[in-house]
C-alpha cells in the first residue's frame, strides 16, 4: 500500500531531464490538425469524411458530407473546401462547398452561414464536429436568417418543389472531380 | 504521423480503459498533454498558453469566455491545477511504458511447458481478462486440462471460477503479482535502461530463462525476486535512487543559486534568478504608433511593421511570456523570441501562400501515392489495434454494439461508395468487418462527447 502511494511523487521528481521541450509553439497548427487527422480516421464517422489536400500544407483540406437520412438530401454527397487560418484552432476556419449547394444557409457560391463559424466559434472545436454540424445543418437549416430566401420559403412551403429545385442544382461528385 | 500520440492508441490494447485517461489528460485546445495547466473559473482546465492565446484572440477581454462552456472568462482569475499538472507528469512518463506493456502478450509465469500449451494459455488467459472487464456470464475456462497443471491455468480456471464454483487452490503469489503489475510497470522508465535492456516487453518470465519459480526482476536495480519481495524492496531502492538524484541536484543548484521551489517533489529547475514577472496587458487605443513601438522595443521586440503588426506581435508576446512564467521550466528570453519570430514567420507565410485550386490539384494528382501509402499505413495501424479484440472473439456487450452499428449503417455503405477519390479508397481497400469494428471501440468513447458538441 505504501509503496502504491509514494508511487506518483517518486515519479515527479525523476522527470524534468527531457521536460524542457515543453510549449513548442511554432508548430502547433501542423501539430493539432495532425492530431484532428488521426482522431477523424480512427473514429471513422458515417457520412462525413476530411483528408488535407498536400501533404506539405496542412491548413488547406477536402471532405465530404452526405445527406442525414430523412432529409431532402438523403443519398446525395457534397464535397466541401476547409481553409485553417495560421491562428487555428483560436480563429475558425473557413468552409465552403465546392459541390453546388441548394440551401437556405448556402449561398450560390457555397459560403455558409452558420454561427459556429463565425462568432460562435470555439477552440475546442475540431474538423470533425464542424462536419458533423454542417451534416445537421441540411436536415435543419435556420430559416430565419436565409442567404437562399427563395430555399428558406420552399423548405415549409412546398417540399416537392424544394426538393425538384435542389435537384436541378445537384451535381454527382465524380462529375466535380473531373472539372 | 508516429510521434503524434492520441487517445485511440489505446484501443485494442489490453487497457483499452486508459483511453478515458488519457484523453482527460490533454487540453482540448491542443490536444496535447497540458502544459501548465490552469483552471477557469467554471472549472474547466486548458494548457496555460493555450487559453491565454484563447483569451487574447478575443476582440475585448469582456467578450472573453471559456471555449467549452462560453460562461465569461478573466484572465487574472485563471489558477493553476497543480493536481492534474503532477498527473499529466506521471502518465506522460509512464505512458510508453504502459502502453507496451498493454501490447505485449498476457504475462505468463508457467514452469516449463510445450509451445504449443503455453499458446493455448495465453489466449484463454486473455479471455478471461476481457471477460472479467466486461462482466459476461462465462462458462468455466476450457483450457483446464490434466497435463497442464501449472500455475498458469490455474489462473485461468481462478478467474473461470467467479461465476462458477471451482474447487481452486488460490495461489497469494500469483494474486499479488496481478495486482502489483501497473505499478511495476509504471515505475518502469524511471529504471533507466536497467529494465528495457532486457528487451522484454514486460515482466515475462517464462521458464526458458531459468526462474521456474516465477520470480521478477526489480524495475529498478534488476535484482531477481519473489513478486511479493519486489512490493517491499522498490520502496527502499526507490528511495536510495532518489537520495542520490537530490544529492547531485543540491550541487547543481548551489552552483547557480536558483531558488528552491517550495512545491514538494518539484525538481529544481533552471530558473533565472528572480521569479519571472507577468506581464501587463495593454490598452492598445491609449497608445500612438511611436509609443507602442517604443514599448516594443522596451520588451526588447522587433519594432517594425504596420500598427496591426506591432498590436499583434506584442499581444503574442504577452501570451507567450505569461505562459512561460507559468511553466515550472521556463524558457529563456531568447527561446522565446525564436518562438515569436517563428509564429510572425507562419502568419506571414500562410498570408502570402495563396494556392490556386489547378495548382492543389495537380499537385494532389502527382502526390497520389504518398497520400495512397499514409492511408494505408493508418489502415494498418487500425487492423493492428483490432487484431487483440477480434481473436478473442467479441464478448456480448460488444457485439451488441455491433449489431446496433450495423442497424444505424445500413445505409452508409451505399452512400460512401458515391463519395471521392480518398474516401472510395479508404473504404475499398479495407474489409467492412474491420471499418465497423473500429467504430465500435471508438464511437462510445470518443465521438459521443464530441458530437455533442457540434449540436451545442
Not at chain 1, 502511494?5 to 502547433?28: I, L, R
Not at chain 1, 440551401?103 to 452561414?113: A, K, L, Q, R, T
Not at chain 2, 535502461?193 to 526462474?211: E, K
Request: glycine share 4%.
Amino acid at each position: 500500500m505504501d509503496s502504491q502511494n509514494t508511487t506518483p511523487t517518486t515519479f515527479s521528481s525523476h522527470k524534468m531531464q527531457d521536460a524542457p521541450t515543453a510549449m513548442a509553439d511554432s508548430h502547433s497548427v501542423t501539430k493539432r490538425l495532425q492530431s484532428e487527422l488521426m482522431q477523424l480516421m480512427m473514429s471513422n464517422v458515417p457520412g462525413i469524411s476530411a483528408f488535407p489536400v498536400s501533404d506539405s500544407n496542412l491548413c488547406q483540406w477536402t471532405g465530404t458530407i452526405s445527406g442525414p437520412e430523412g432529409t431532402f438530401y438523403e443519398g446525395l454527397t457534397y464535397k466541401i473546401s476547409m481553409t485553417f487560418p495560421p491562428n487555428y484552432p483560436y480563429h475558425a476556419p473557413v468552409i465552403r462547398f465546392v459541390s453546388p449547394m441548394w440551401h437556405p444557409n448556402v449561398d450560390m457560391s457555397g459560403n455558409i452561414c452558420l454561427d459556429i463559424l463565425k462568432e460562435k466559434w470555439s477552440a475546442i472545436y475540431n474538423v470533425q464536429t464542424i462536419l458533423l454540424s454542417l451534416q445537421s445543418l441540411l436536415g435543419e437549416p435556420n430559416n430565419a436568417s436565409p442567404l437562399n430566401a427563395q430555399a428558406a420559403d420552399l423548405w415549409d412551403g412546398n417540399p416537392a418543389e424544394y426538393k425538384r429545385l435542389m435537384m436541378t442544382h445537384y451535381k454527382d461528385i465524380g462529375e466535380i472531380n473531373d472539372e | 504521423m508516429d510521434e503524434i500520440s492520441d487517445p485511440s492508441d489505446w484501443t485494442g490494447t489490453r487497457l483499452p480503459s486508459l483511453l478515458i485517461l488519457d484523453a482527460s489528460l490533454r487540453c482540448r485546445i491542443c490536444k496535447d498533454f497540458f502544459k501548465s495547466p490552469f483552471m477557469t473559473e467554471c472549472a474547466h482546465t486548458f494548457c496555460s498558453l493555450c487559453i491565454r492565446k484563447c483569451i487574447a484572440s478575443t476582440p475585448t477581454s469582456e467578450t472573453a469566455c471559456c471555449p467549452i462552456c462560453r460562461a465569461p472568462v478573466l484572465e487574472i482569475r485563471l489558477r493553476r491545477n497543480q493536481v492534474v499538472e503532477d498527473l499529466v507528469e506521471w502518465f506522460e512518463n509512464a505512458r510508453a511504458a504502459i502502453m507496451t506493456a498493454a501490447k505485449a502478450e498476457p504475462v505468463v509465469i508457467s514452469v516449463p511447458v510445450t509451445s504449443a500449451d503455453s499458446e493455448r494459455v495465453s489466449s484463454s488467459e486473455r479471455r478471461g481478462r476481457k471477460r472479467r472487464r466486461d462482466s459476461v456470464d462465462e462458462k468455466p475456462s476450457t483450457s483446464v486440462t490434466p497435463e497442464s497443471g501449472d500455475s498458469a491455468p490455474r489462473r485461468a480456471v481462478r478467474r473461470g471460477s467467479r461465476k462458477v464454483s471451482y474447487e481452486v487452490k488460490l495461489d497469494i503469489g500469483d494474486e499479488s503479482e496481478d495486482e502489483a503489475a501497473p505499478f511495476d510497470l509504471g515505475k518502469k522508465p524511471d529504471a533507466g535502461s536497467s529494465a528495457s535492456a532486457n528487451g522484454d516487453s514486460s515482466f515475462i518470465i517464462i521458464d526458458d530463462d531459468g526462474n521456474p519459480d516465477g520470480l521478477v526482476p526489480c524495475p529498478v536495480c534488476n535484482v531477481v525476486m519473489t513478486p511479493q519481495e519486489v512490493q517491499i524492496h522498490l520502496d527502499d531502492c526507490f528511495k536510495e535512487q532518489e537520495a542520490k538524484e537530490t544529492r547531485t541536484n543540491q550541487s547543481a543548484s548551489s552552483k547557480s543559486n536558483g531558488p528552491i521551489r517550495t512545491l514538494q517533489s518539484q525538481p529544481l529547475s533552471k530558473m533565472s534568478k528572480k521569479p519571472l514577472q507577468r506581464l501587463p496587458k495593454l490598452q492598445y487605443d491609449l497608445f500612438n504608433d511611436s509609443k507602442l513601438r517604443s514599448k516594443l522595443v522596451e520588451l526588447g521586440l522587433p519594432a517594425y511593421g504596420t500598427r496591426v503588426q506591432l498590436q499583434q506581435r506584442h499581444t503574442e508576446w504577452v501570451s507567450l511570456w505569461n505562459a512561460n512564467a507559468d511553466s515550472n521550466n521556463p524558457k529563456t528570453k531568447r527561446q522565446l523570441l525564436r518562438d515569436l519570430n517563428d509564429w510572425e514567420s507562419n502568419l506571414t507565410k500562410y498570408a502570402v501562400q495563396k494556392i490556386s485550386a489547378d495548382d492543389l490539384s495537380a499537385w494532389g494528382k502527382s502526390h497520389s501515392n504518398a497520400f495512397d501509402d499514409l492511408i494505408a499505413r493508418a489502415k494498418k495501424n487500425v487492423q493492428k489495434k483490432l487484431d487483440p479484440e477480434q481473436q478473442q472473439g467479441a464478448s456480448r456487450t460488444v457485439e451488441v454494439n455491433v449489431q446496433s452499428q450495423y442497424e444505424r449503417q445500413d445505409s452508409a455503405p451505399e452512400e460512401l461508395k458515391k463519395v471521392d477519390g480518398i474516401d472510395q479508397k479508404v473504404n475499398g481497400r479495407t474489409e467492412e468487418r474491420m471499418d465497423y469494428g473500429c467504430d465500435v471501440l471508438t464511437d462510445t468513447l470518443i465521438t459521443q462527447p464530441v458530437s455533442s458538441d457540434a449540436i451545442m
